[in-house]
């Protein structure tokens, strides 16, 4: 599949998140732990049937570490989606471009280039008016915007440590690591806390396997896939494209409505993205 063709599958997908969790009447971490189990049982048969989970054992540790910072990842965003409005919530979470360009700056003394940094600004711009500036100016500090903001710096560094091994290896068997690391470590934290893991009821249910089945497994498949062959800037910035995505399907699944503002500030996050992905020399012709 062409990678950006898989990107777009992928960020579809993953934009169903929010509206899955605000949805499902469940404790954030339970969202998150089956939205990672059901993902991870669903590819377990092709797995041991294709028998191609050889890996060294250096990609299965990073597999490991990126599956717990991931399961952390979504665990403080469904937090912080339980805690306030779901629109600034992914906005918050989806600053990750701004994490990925300057840790890959400080850690790595890489340059994300001029197109990069003018795309980013253009797509927070939307976003900011997206959200609506009064709205992001009167809001006061909270817990909730804390785990969204802390959601962001852990999508980047899952962005960055999963990049160079996606080049080395296969999606499906990354996938198959990455998720169990990540189900293991929900669920013990799900115990420790000593959550509810099986009373709900059948539309809780519809969520969370949902969320398994498109965000998950489809969706973070194809954005895998994605990464590696994409710069990991520029897959962090089209990421901020579920805010737009997720804001059109909260209106059909949740009846929320898109003010002028609103529609406006989603086609300067998707103009954004598209200058991200243009080249110097384009613009030079």
């Excluded at 797509?123 to 785990?147: C, E, Q, R, S, T």
């Excluded at 709900?200 to 489809?218: A, E, F, K, P, R």
């Excluded at 804001?247 to 500030?265: H, Q, S, T, Y």
Aim: charged letters at 10%; glycine letters at 6%.
């Amino acid at each position: 599949m062409n990678p950006k063709l898989s990107l777009v599958i992928g960020i579809i997908c993953i934009s169903f998140s929010p509206i899955f969790v605000k949805l499902a009447d469940a404790p954030p971490i339970i969202c998150a732990f089956y939205r990672i189990f059901f993902a991870w049982i669903l590819l377990l048969p092709y797995c041991l049937y294709k028998k191609n989970l050889a890996m060294a054992r250096k990609d299965i540790l990073l597999a490991l570490i990126g599956g717990i910072i991931f399961a952390s990842d979504i665990t403080v965003w469904n937090l912080s989606l339980k805690l306030m409005s779901a629109t600034v919530s992914t906005l918050l979470a989806n600053l990750a471009p701004v994490w990925v360009g300057l840790l890959s700056y400080l850690l790595f003394k890489k340059k994300s280039g001029w197109l990069f940094w003018t795309g980013t600004c253009i797509a927070i711009a939307g976003m900011v008016i997206l959200v609506g500036p009064d709205n992001l100016v009167h809001l006061k500090l909270n817990i909730g915007m804390v785990y969204a903001i802390a959601a962001s710096l852990l999508y980047s560094i899952y962005i960055l440590i999963t990049k160079d091994i996606l080049k080395r290896i296969n999606t499906v068997p990354f996938m198959f690591y990455n998720m169990l690391a990540a189900a293991v470590f929900l669920l013990t934290i799900s115990a420790f806390f000593g959550k509810n893991l099986f009373h709900y009821d059948l539309n809780t249910w519809g969520s969370l396997i949902s969320m398994g089945i498109i965000c998950q497994l489809t969706g973070w498949i194809t954005i895998n896939y994605a990464i590696s062959f994409l710069e990991s800037t520029k897959v962090a910035i089209a990421l901020l494209s579920q805010t737009v995505i997720a804001g059109l399907l909260a209106v059909f699944m949740l009846g929320e409505r898109l003010d002028l503002m609103e529609i406006i500030g989603s086609v300067i996050v998707l103009a954004g993205i598209a200058v991200t992905f243009l080249k110097p020399k384009v613009l030079e012709n």
